[in-house]
């Protein structure tokens, strides 16, 4: 049997495509998440963000870290 692509919805997978399966019967299978290129290049952007360096003026930020602590 060739490849079944699924769609995970409300906790049932949804296959997209018709399956050539018999009612009932029992199956095993292990999920892959399908990554498309706007993923690929949302994820890249958000990378780039969060690489980013920028100048504070404070030489020592891990000296103010307990001023936002409870």
Request: proline content about 7%; hydrophobic content about 30%; aromatic content about 6%.
């Amino acid at each position: 049997m060739s490849t079944v692509h699924a769609i995970f919805e409300k906790g049932v997978f949804r296959p997209t495509e018709p399956v050539q399966l018999p009612d009932n019967c029992e199956v095993e299978f292990e999920p892959r998440v399908i990554t498309t290129e706007a993923d690929l290049q949302h994820q890249q952007r958000i990378i780039e963000i969060l690489s980013r360096r920028y100048e504070t003026g404070v030489t020592d930020l891990a000296e103010r870290h307990n001023e936002h602590q409870p």
